[in-house]
């Protein structure tokens, strides 16, 4: 089977691995496409990571628009299609963008199945052009393939009706992200709490900094990312008198986040749900539960779907509800460490790029054998 995945999310390193374990599944010859760098909308510029690349290949096209997420595409696509003539042909975009309209077109012209991802589990009128290119795509599309239920449910009310799956975009390497065991656990006086993203609103942060407030002092908020919130949660943490016990670190590379994550003793993602837009999956979790720490999510979107019983869950938008929490896991280490082992259980049966790959594989598998 030869397959050639368009994706800018491949930038990051770490996402590779599940090429990788794809690549060494039977009758697999994989070309992965990427652009160059990817401008994140008020978070930056992330530059390809070359980190996991055995067993297929990982080529760079240009992007036009790059940072427009509806509306960049790759305008040397055809000629790589035209080259490789792969017998599937996996688009990593939603199915209402130019880029994905583009990369369908040109698959259908090359005789290629095609498929799609959707993260979107918000329900929205796309306006025309984009309407228009959701109703291609689905008519083409030989698979669509959704990031979580929601994603799923809008994907059928809005017409959908061919062959789809729901599955997570990238998985975790257990290796990548291995296990704190108990024997490894820091024997200090300090229960570092977590948090790793972009430093905007619709993240919760500030709940998060409204919740250390009635923690007791030895209670440390370690801060991981960047974005336009940053400055306000100074000023916040000074208000509050919490400066001593906040820090905020940029961001890390994402092969290096493991070793930031076992420095944790709970790690927290406070989203709320906006008009446009809820928790969509919470990739963190699953890395810090592969890593054994503890989680703690809002309610927001598909995090419950995610930790399920493997962390705690509070309402969002409740820095007291979430205050409570994170008490019950400093007043209870025989919780966090059913939790640590819990998360780690549940990311080895659901989450890892070995078991997605697979995943992946029979769908593609299926997508050449349907009419």
Aim: some cysteine.
């Amino acid at each position: 089977m030869k397959l050639v995945m368009l994706s800018k999310a491949l930038v990051v390193g770490a996402y590779q691995k599940k090429l990788e374990a794809l690549a060494r599944l039977p009758d697999v010859d994989l070309v992965a496409l990427v652009p160059p760098s990817w401008r994140e909308p008020r978070v930056g510029t992330l530059h390809l990571e070359r980190r996991f690349t055995q067993g297929y290949r990982l080529e760079t096209l240009p992007m036009v628009l790059n940072g427009q997420h509806h509306l960049h595409f790759y305008p040397s696509l055809d000629k790589v299609l035209a080259r490789e003539k792969p017998d599937v042909l996996h688009i990593d975009e939603e199915s209402f963008n130019l880029a994905t309209f583009l990369a369908m077109r040109s698959g259908r012209a090359h005789g290629v199945r095609c498929c799609f991802f959707n993260w979107a589990n918000i329900e929205r009128n796309y306006p025309p052009p984009f309407c228009w290119f959701e109703k291609y795509n689905f008519r083409h599309a030989a698979y669509a393939i959704a990031g979580n239920q929601e994603a799923a449910t809008i994907l059928r009310h809005r017409g959908y009706q061919g062959s789809l799956a729901v599955l997570p975009q990238f998985g975790v390497d257990p290796d990548l992200f291995p296990f704190k065991g108990e024997g490894e656990r820091r024997k200090q006086e300090r229960f570092v709490v977590g948090y790793v993203g972009r430093l905007v609103k619709e993240k919760g942060v500030l709940d998060l900094l409204e919740a250390m407030t009635g923690l007791p002092a030895k209670v440390h908020l370690r801060l991981v990312g960047e974005g336009e919130l940053q400055p306000l949660l100074l000023q916040r943490s000074q208000e509050l008198g919490l400066q001593e016990r906040i820090t905020l670190l940029p961001p890390v590379e994402s092969t290096k986040v493991a070793a930031m994550l076992h420095e944790l003793d709970a790690l927290v993602l406070p989203s709320q749900t906006t008009a446009n837009w809820k928790e969509q999956f919470g990739r963190i979790l699953i890395e810090a539960m592969s890593c054994g720490v503890p989680v703690i999510g809002s309610s927001s979107g598909e995090i419950p779907n995610v930790i399920s019983d493997a962390g705690l869950i509070f309402p969002e938008r409740k820095p007291k509800e979430l205050q409570n929490v994170l008490l019950r896991l400093l007043n209870q280490p025989e919780l966090c460490e059913d939790l640590s082992q819990r998360g780690r259980a549940r990311v080895l049966k659901h989450y890892t790029q070995a078991a997605l790959a697979k995943s992946y594989y029979d769908l593609y598998q299926e997508m050449l054998v349907k009419p």
